[in-house]
Antibody, heavy 120, light 106 residues
Framework: QVTLRESGPALVKPTQTLTLTCTFSGFSLTGEFCMSWIRQPPGKALEWLALLDWDDDKFYTSSLKTRLSISKDTSKNQVVLTMTNMDPVDTATYYC?????????????WGPGTLVTVSS | DIQMTQSPSSLSASVGDRVTITCQASQDISNYLNWYQQKPGKAPSLLIYDASNVDSGVPSRFSGSGSGTDFTLTITSLQPEDIATYYCQHYASFPPTFGQGTKLEI
């Protein structure tokens, strides 16, 4: 069965670093699929953040590139996103999404999402 | 970045209606265009990829068309379970970007 699930803190303080984990099953990131992180502020549209492909190449949205880092733990079937210097405008639901490839950014399977609120 | 503009932003229709949502790219994206459905409180799900290919398990009343800069999502014979927000997304270059969404109400 193919599944993805995001986990991480529901509340972070401004200036803190956010660490989110995507745990997946039923497929592989080694030569088969890639993984992306996408976020959605409450009531707003979707924003792609980062992609990790099977060669361990990493792609980031330019506006957040200095704050983002994406990595994987193949042995645990996990992909981790870190975002530094969190701000209230980063309050959003964060999704991990299976991605066909770095040249075909088709998000064919999504996790349920995790809501992160940034507040002191 | 390539900008994606959807219209309308919201739409009210009746069961059985034919519904059309449009998406315009700020530059030529060939057919590198996907459509997603997001039901209230849920994660998005893939409907259409490569502008016109219906994803597995998606009802046949959903179809997509277009190329270049202008694209269309069509729902023939609208059903109550189609209440959702629909997003287009390009992948012609990095970053992949989404439209602002079209909220469909019945």
């Amino acid at each position: 069965q193919v599944t993805l699930r995001e986990s991480g803190p529901a509340l972070v303080k401004p200036t803190q670093t956010l660490t989110l984990t995507c745990t997946f099953s039923g497929f592989s990131l080694t030569g088969e699929f890639c993984m992306s992180w996408i976020r959605q502020p409450p009531g707003k549209a979707l924003e792609w953040l980062a992609l990790l492909d099977w060669d361990d190449d990493k792609f980031y949205t330019s506006s957040l590139k200095t704050r983002l880092s994406i990595s994987k733990d193949t042995s645990k079937n996990q992909v981790v996103l870190t975002m530094t210097n969190m701000d209230p405008v980063d309050t959003a639901t964060y999704y991990c999404a299976r991605t066909l490839s770095s040249t075909s950014a088709i998000f064919d399977l999504w996790g349920p999402g995790t809501l992160v609120t940034v507040s002191s | 970045d390539i900008q994606m503009t959807q219209s309308p932003s919201s739409l009210s229709a009746s069961v059985g209606d034919r519904v059309t949502i449009t998406c315009q790219a700020s530059q030529d994206i060939s057919n590198y265009l996907n459509w997603y459905q997001q039901k209230p409180g849920k994660a998005p799900s893939l409907l259409i990829y490569d502008a016109s290919n219906v994803d597995s398990g998606v009802p046949s009343r959903f179809s997509g068309s277009g190329s270049g800069t202008d694209f269309t999502l069509t729902i023939t014979s609208l059903q109550p379970e189609d209440i959702a927000t629909y997003y287009c997304q390009h992948y012609a270059s990095f970053p992949p970007t989404f439209g602002q969404g079209t909220k469909l109400e019945i």
